[in-house]
């Protein structure tokens, strides 16, 4: 997240997806606090059912929305990455010194500081072993206890961002040195794989059948479905999308989010256990997919003012990094009141507002605008 200030060296269009997308993170984050769908002990007695229809409603919209805000954030990624890459020694070592080893750095200081967080205001005693798999990204099986991913839940987005720097160069040849039946074909491939065959599952739940596809196909190295996200971003750079006209993209935007919708209320409304729809979701990826090309067909005017824009959009990242510390003070030290949709906007407002404030005071230090925003 390069900070520039020249306009034809940014698209200021995706300035404003970023502020957007950041925002829905926090919505997300927002219903699960707010509309706890399990008991306080994660077994599966399903709260869902408990809640008034309208609040019921209102918690699978926001859901819902909020689960669009990540996927943006790889394609973009992909966008602005895969297609100034050179395959050269040189600029790929380049990009693993400046981008890859940088960037390690910064989550690396965060999950310092989310272990203190954790130990010091939430008062979570562990082992020191806990802690070096937790600071290495090593999950110990069976059922190690993993503090972290129980409290700061966006941290699974660190290991799969820095697995998908890892793989980049790969990505970069599969968008420049293979044929558009081919890119197309893969993909094709891909999204059966890891959307397709994930939401068939959830319909046989629905149905109440006992099947489950899976496919010993491994394509773990280039991110599964979050590796398909940054590919697409890559080909919307490309123009992979030119063909389809708007009209079609808006229609598939409206029919995928209104499906995703639909399946995150009716299988909680139907099973015993709660449901929280993913990533790898086909309806979250057409949906996303449809207003990323959208919002890349924008073309603002020049004289747009865009510095306040381009402000807010270099502080997604730290926005991303610091916000649930920030909802966990909320919901001890903020007077809430006895009405559920209230409080989510509330939690989430305060949250934003918190969350933008301390990156932008913080941001202003240069050591840790380099260091813990991953800013030059």
Not at 198 to 217: C, D, E, H, W, Y
Not at 276 to 300: G, H, P, Q, S
Request: with cysteine.
């Amino acid at each position: 997240m390069k900070k520039v200030s020249v306009r034809n060296m940014r698209k200021l269009e995706f300035d404003y997806l970023r502020i957007v997308a950041i925002i829905l993170v926090v919505v997300c984050h927002s219903v699960a606090v707010i509309y706890p769908y399990l008991d306080s002990t994660g077994s599966v007695i399903q709260h869902f059912a408990m809640l008034s229809n309208s609040d019921k409603v209102f918690s699978s919209l926001m859901f819902v929305m909020g689960r669009l805000g990540v996927p943006f954030f790889f394609m973009l990624s992909g966008y602005f990455i895969i297609n100034k890459l050179k395959l050269t020694e040189d600029e790929i070592i380049v990009f693993y010194k400046q981008r890859f080893f940088r960037l390690l750095i910064t989550f690396e200081l965060w999950m310092v500081f989310y272990e203190i967080f954790v130990r010091v205001f939430l008062k979570l005693r562990v082992g020191l072993l806990q802690i070096l798999f937790e600071l290495l990204f090593i999950s110990k099986t069976p059922n190690y206890p993993n503090v972290l991913n129980n409290t700061m839940w966006q941290i699974w987005f660190i290991p799969t961002i820095l697995g998908i720097y890892l793989s980049m160069p790969l990505l970069v040849v599969f968008i420049k040195d293979l044929s558009v039946k081919v890119q197309s074909g893969l993909i094709f491939v891909a999204v059966t794989i890891d959307f397709i065959i994930p939401m068939l599952n959830a319909l046989f739940k629905i149905l109440s059948k006992n099947v489950n596809i899976s496919t010993g196909i491994d394509h773990g190295f280039i991110g599964t479905s979050f590796g398909v996200y940054v590919l697409i971003g890559g080909l919307i750079k490309q123009g992979w999308l030119t063909r389809v006209s708007s009209r079609i993209l808006r229609i598939i935007s409206v029919v995928g989010f209104g499906s995703a919708l639909g399946m995150q209320y009716i299988i909680n409304q139907l099973m015993t256990n709660a449901y929280f729809i993913w990533y790898d979701n086909f309806f979250i990826l057409i949906t996303t997919v449809a207003i990323f090309e959208l919002v890349n067909r924008i073309k603002l005017k020049k004289k747009t003012n865009f510095k306040g824009v381009t402000l807010l959009s270099n502080l997604s990242l730290g926005v991303y990094l610091i916000h649930r510390p920030v909802q966990i003070i909320i919901q001890k030290y903020l007077f809430l009141t006895n009405y559920s949709v209230i409080n989510f906007f509330i939690n989430l407002l305060v949250t934003c507002f918190i969350s933008f404030l301390l990156v932008y005071l913080l941001s202003r230090i240069r050591i840790l605008d380099q260091y813990l925003f991953y800013n030059k």
